[in-house]
Every structure is written in C-alpha cells, then in structure tokens.
C-alpha cells in the first residue's frame, strides 16, 4: 500500500561563505541541531570544503524554524551565514 500520509520532508543545508568563522559554524550545529563537537566539526569541514553540507531532515515547519534561527544568529553577529531547506 502506498503511504499517502507521510509528511513530506526537507533537507536543511548550511552554505559555505569566507567571513562566518568556523567556531560559528560548530556552535550553530551544536545548538540548533544537535550536533556532537565532533558530527559539528564533520559537517563545518564538509561545507567548508564542497560548498553546503546536510545538518538535517525535518518536517516543513521544524526546517523553516531552523533555517529562521540560523539566520536570527548569524545576524546577531554580523555574519552572512545562509541555511537552505530542500524538500527531498
Ligand atoms: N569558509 C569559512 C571560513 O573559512 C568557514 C565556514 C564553514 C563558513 C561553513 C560557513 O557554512 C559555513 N572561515
């Protein structure tokens, strides 16, 4: 049977830039998505090298809030860190 009730679900990916430092980028994927120090540093590293990298999946509204907090933060601190949600 298939499953027509399952929500559909969204890639949130961080984007890389020059000027947020790496630090930023760890805290962020500690605080707003749960990343150990060590899975946070992977995944700074992976966007740092390839451009964007996955931080996680979610329904529409959690990966809107998170994409909202990432840039609430990084605004806070002045720097031009941008998230993105893909549905998958
Ligand atoms: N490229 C940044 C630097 O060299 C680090 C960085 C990593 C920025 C990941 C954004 O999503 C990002 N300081």
New binding site residues.
């Given amino acids: 049977m298939t499953q027509t009730k399952e929500p559909k679900l969204y890639k949130v990916f961080?984007?890389?830039?020059?000027?947020?430092?790496?630090d930023f980028?760890v805290e962020i994927l500690m605080d707003i998505f749960h990343k150990s120090y060590s899975e946070a540093v992977d995944i700074?590293l992976t966007?740092?090298k390839k451009g964007k990298?996955l931080c996680g999946i979610y329904t529409y509204e959690i990966a809107e809030t998170k994409v909202d907090e990432v840039h609430r933060r990084a605004r806070a601190h002045e720097f031009p860190?941008k998230a993105i949600m893909e549905e998958e």
């Fill in positions: 961080l984007l890389n830039d020059d000027y947020t430092t790496m980028v700074m966007v740092h990298g860190l």
